[in-house]
């Protein structure tokens, strides 16, 4: 190994079927249906406890934050629900707190998990120094693993603007804005994709005056573009302002936050200060270090090439998660990518990830849940688009909730009603999709959805209404 002398490295002698290097949702998730299947597995993990990214600076925390953040909104419109509350206080270090306990809880399930499928643990940094061998640098030395098959899933890290490096106090990436111990007064946000525009919900909620910068020319731009015209005029509904277009420059610190300069999309050039500064300008795969050089891995701009089994070009080396080539960086891909890797391992039967089918969700209010093609995707790839589209206004759970922003649409092939893609954007919007994922995963058409029962009252009906709207026969609008 570089830099190991060959006596400091300890050779374990009973060799793995598999060893997965990264402990994130698809890692676990690999190891405990590893573990199932009767391989004897390890798993590496370099930080102080199991669960990756997702659960301990990415998916849960900000979940937590976002439904305290509602039910403190709930608090602060209590009178227009019939319930008085008077001077309702946040106390932000609670909240804090509870995000903590939530983590901690579900990384002693993951632990548990481990244990419960009879999955080593190994605590350290590993490395491939060839077909079937991982060399874990621990706190006690480098120790050598055989294995028959190896697992990459050490997932990926917030990108940064080159020049700047994050801090604990000003200029904040997802780890550092997420232990903040008060809620700023001002905080700019440069990236409008999930990341981004969830924390501005957040804070805009918490209090904080939000500023959400955007190079693109909308907001969540993998988005179908009615949904990014939404969620965009409800952010400036609420107050949070939204420059799309913008380029920010000379980032500095200064004694009161950070001070940047602003092209905004009409050229003018504006000076702003704030409080904090969070980068969300997306993540980069944790590629680096971990012993690719010595495999016959492809690499296209640092994520890893595999092929529909996740096995990369070297046989017996896997990869899954924000590591891969050509899938989001999303945990429920990675679990799923992950347990496709270890059907094929333990020849079982799997079906390959289809990109058609994988559900996006960004936990906004109003919340998104998106799957298949985009209304300009469809076109593009010369469908006869035929589009339905429902708005919540016509909802009676929504009027219950007091929500009505935001719809369900409903993109389809006019000649045979296949369902092409569905997007919404409403109340519990990345609940809702759920259905439609399933639709399109069973090749069920509009004609299927418009004679799909759907109860009253519920959010859900929503949709019904949409397959509905196709042929313009919604009844509530």
């Not at 519990?428 to 069973?442: D, K, N, P, Q, R």
Request: hydrophobic content about 40%; proline content about 5%; overall charge neutral.
């Amino acid at each position: 190994m570089d830099g190991c002398p060959k006596g400091d490295v300890t050779l374990k002698k009973m060799a793995y079927d598999l060893v997965i290097i990264g402990s994130g949702p698809g890692g676990y998730s690999a190891a405990v249906r590893a573990g199932q299947y009767g391989l004897k597995t390890v798993i590496i993990e370099k930080a102080p406890k199991l669960g990756g990214t997702c659960l301990h600076v990415g998916c849960i925390p900000t979940k937590a934050l976002l439904h305290s953040a509602e039910v403190w909104d709930y608090f602060t419109h209590a009178e227009e629900q019939g319930v008085s509350c008077e001077n309702p206080r946040l106390n932000y270090p609670a909240v804090l707190q509870r995000k903590s306990t939530i983590i901690n809880k579900h990384a002693k399930g993951v632990e548990m998990l481990m244990k419960k499928n009879k999955v080593e643990v190994i605590w350290g940094f590993g490395k491939i120094v060839g077909p079937g061998q991982v060399d874990v640098q621990t706190s006690e030395g480098t120790r050598r693993l055989e294995t028959k098959n190896i697992m990459i899933a050490t997932g990926s890290e917030a990108r940064m603007i080159p020049g700047l490096t994050p801090d604990a106090d000003r200029i904040l990436t997802n780890i550092e804005i997420l232990n903040l111990t008060a809620v700023p007064k001002s905080l700019a946000i440069i990236g409008a994709g999930a990341v981004g525009v969830e924390f501005a919900s957040i804070f805009k909620r918490f209090g904080s005056e939000v500023t959400v910068l955007e190079m693109l020319p909308r907001v969540v731009p993998v988005e179908d573009e009615d949904v990014s015209k939404e969620l965009e005029k409800y952010f400036r509904k609420i107050g949070i302002r939204v420059e799309t277009g913008a380029k920010a420059a000379n980032i500095q610190r200064t004694e009161a936050g950070v001070s940047l300069e602003v092209t905004l999309a009409n050229g003018k050039v504006e000076t702003l200060n704030v409080e904090k500064l969070l980068i969300a300008v997306g993540r980069k795969p944790n590629t680096e270090s971990i012993g690719l050089e010595n495999t016959r891995a492809e690499l296209d701009r640092g994520f890893i090439k595999v092929g529909p089994d996740q096995q990369t070009a070297e046989p017996g080396i896997y990869a899954i998660g924000d590591v891969v080539a050509g899938t989001p960086q999303l945990a429920h891909v990675a679990t799923a990518e992950g347990l496709i890797a270890v059907a094929k391992i333990a020849g079982k039967n799997f079906t390959p990830i289809k990109r058609n089918r994988i559900p996006g969700a960004t936990y906004t209010e109003p919340g998104i849940g998106s799957v298949g093609l985009t209304e300009a995707q469809a076109k593009a790839q010369g469908y006869d688009v035929k589009v339905g589209k429902f708005p919540f206004v016509g909802n009676s759970k929504a009027t219950i909730l007091g929500h009505h922003e935001g719809f369900v649409k409903v993109v389809s092939d006019a000649k045979y009603g296949e369902i092409l893609g569905v997007h919404i954007i409403g109340p519990h919007g990345y609940e809702l999709i759920a259905e439609a994922v399933a639709a399109m995963e069973a090749e069920a058409t509009v004609d299927t959805m418009i004679n799909t029962i759907h109860a009253h009252p519920t959010l859900y009906e929503a949709l019904g209404e949409a397959f509905n709207s196709v042929y313009g026969q919604a009844i509530n609008f």
